[in-house]
């Protein structure tokens, strides 16, 4: 299978997914956010990953409403889905129905109740990528997983014929320049830990998966663009500066609740993560507001780069 390395350089935007009050689902907000980050510019979405609340849903829900979203995208911008699941059955179903129903693309992480030794986590990614033809994203989150991938073992990975990037989100930005070593141009990485994407960007990450751009797209593409495609890196610095502030603030108070309670904030909610998580303290919520109103003044007055577009 070609590697189609290029198909991960691109800017996904990780949707919360929306419910109603905690519990369903809510297919009608959620289509309302695919359509907002279309709208803007960005280069494609995920849903069920991280700030999806992947390990929330039951695979019934997540298939019916993988199948919704790939039918109401109807081929505008890629689609991408997380698939972990706790067992590996499990995730071949997830990641089989991704693929009979339209998306581009999966994001699998190693999820299990007892942690996984690297063969057995080898094994699941053999059975997976034997199992299906989508291009595969291997998602390094110890923080959730307490699975950590070292670069020697994901780049084992990589030689899996699907297997074409890996998300790193350890937040060491040694591991980009190290798995980069050792796999060449033949995988693209992707910037996983947002308060450190710049610096990801310069070790070689050429794909991102932000929380951001429910926020800001129009100023984070811009900053991508300067980053990994003009490599220009004085107007990567100044877009970053700005970015910064609320980057940092998704690593320090967890993407999923920041995505929820700040789309509520800028007028789009899409109701609270599903119980038994809630949205952010008061005080914390008063943080984001803070974040927001100002990365709304300087994003109004951010000239586009000359590689946006």
Same mark, same amino acid.
């Given at each position: 299978?070609?590697?189609?390395?290029?198909?991960?350089?691109?800017?996904?935007?990780?949707?919360?997914?929306?419910?109603?009050?905690?519990?369903?689902?809510?297919?009608?907000?959620?289509?309302?956010?695919?359509?907002?980050?279309?709208?803007?510019?960005?280069?494609?979405?995920?849903?069920?990953?991280?700030?999806?609340?992947?390990?929330?849903?039951?695979?019934?829900?997540?298939?019916?409403?993988?199948?919704?979203?790939?039918?109401?995208?109807?081929?505008?911008?890629?689609?991408?889905?997380?698939?972990?699941?706790?067992?590996?059955?499990?995730?071949? !179903?997830? #990641?089989?129905? /991704?693929?009979?129903? =339209?998306?581009? @693309?999966?994001?699998?992480?190693?999820? $299990?109740?007892? &942690?996984?030794?690297?063969?057995?986590?080898?094994?699941?990614?053999?059975?997976?990528?034997?199992?299906?033809?989508?291009?595969?994203?291997?998602?390094?989150?110890?923080?959730?997983?307490?699975?950590?991938?070292?670069?020697?073992?994901?780049?084992?990975?990589?030689?899996?014929?699907?297997?074409?990037?890996?998300?790193?989100?350890?937040?060491?930005?040694?591991?980009?320049?190290?798995?980069?070593?050792?796999?060449?141009?033949?995988?693209?990485?992707?910037?996983?830990?947002? !308060?450190? #994407?710049?610096? /990801?960007?310069?070790? =070689?990450?050429? @794909?991102?998966?932000?929380?951001?751009? $429910?926020?800001? &797209?129009?100023?984070?593409?811009?900053?991508?663009?300067?980053?990994?495609?003009?490599?220009?890196?004085?107007?990567?610095?100044?877009?970053?500066?700005?970015?910064?502030?609320?980057?940092?603030?998704?690593?320090?108070?967890?993407?999923?609740?920041?995505?929820?309670?700040?789309?509520?904030?800028?007028?789009?909610?899409?109701?609270?993560?599903?119980?038994?998580?809630?949205?952010?303290?008061?005080?914390?919520?008063?943080?984001?507001?803070?974040?927001?109103?100002?990365?709304?003044?300087?994003?109004?007055?951010?000239?586009?780069?000359?590689?946006? @577009?």
């Amino acid at each position: 299978m070609n590697k189609q390395t290029d198909f991960w350089s691109r800017v996904f935007t990780f949707l919360p997914t929306a419910t109603n009050a905690g519990e369903s689902i809510d297919q009608k907000r959620l289509f309302e956010e695919i359509d907002f980050q279309i709208e803007n510019g960005v280069h494609g979405v995920c849903i069920f990953g991280s700030t999806g609340g992947n390990g929330s849903f039951s695979d019934e829900e997540m298939k019916e409403t993988t199948a919704a979203v790939a039918k109401h995208v109807a081929g505008r911008i890629p689609v991408i889905v997380g698939t972990g699941a706790r067992t590996t059955t499990a995730c071949i !179903s997830l #990641s089989r129905h /991704a693929q009979d129903v =339209g998306c581009d @693309g999966v994001m699998i992480l190693p999820v $299990s109740y007892w &942690p996984l030794t690297e063969d057995e986590v080898l094994t699941h990614y053999e059975r997976v990528s034997a199992a299906i033809n989508l291009p595969i994203c291997v998602y390094n989150n110890p923080w959730t997983t307490g699975v950590d991938m070292k670069p020697d073992f994901l780049a084992r990975l990589t030689e899996l014929d699907n297997i074409n990037c890996i998300k790193e989100s350890t937040g060491d930005l040694s591991r980009i320049s190290a798995i980069r070593r050792l796999v060449g141009g033949d995988v693209t990485l992707i910037a996983g830990w947002e !308060s450190t #994407s710049l610096q /990801a960007f310069m070790a =070689g990450a050429t @794909g991102w998966a932000p929380v951001c751009t $429910s926020f800001a &797209p129009k100023l984070a593409l811009q900053f991508f663009d300067a980053a990994t495609r003009a490599r220009d890196a004085v107007l990567s610095r100044d877009l970053w500066d700005q970015l910064f502030p609320l980057c940092e603030f998704i690593c320090a108070k967890s993407h999923i609740r920041v995505a929820h309670t700040g789309l509520e904030i800028a007028g789009r909610p899409v109701g609270p993560p599903r119980a038994p998580m809630k949205g952010l303290n008061a005080d914390d919520r008063t943080k984001l507001s803070t974040i927001l109103a100002l990365l709304d003044t300087k994003a109004a007055d951010t000239p586009r780069s000359a590689a946006a @577009g």
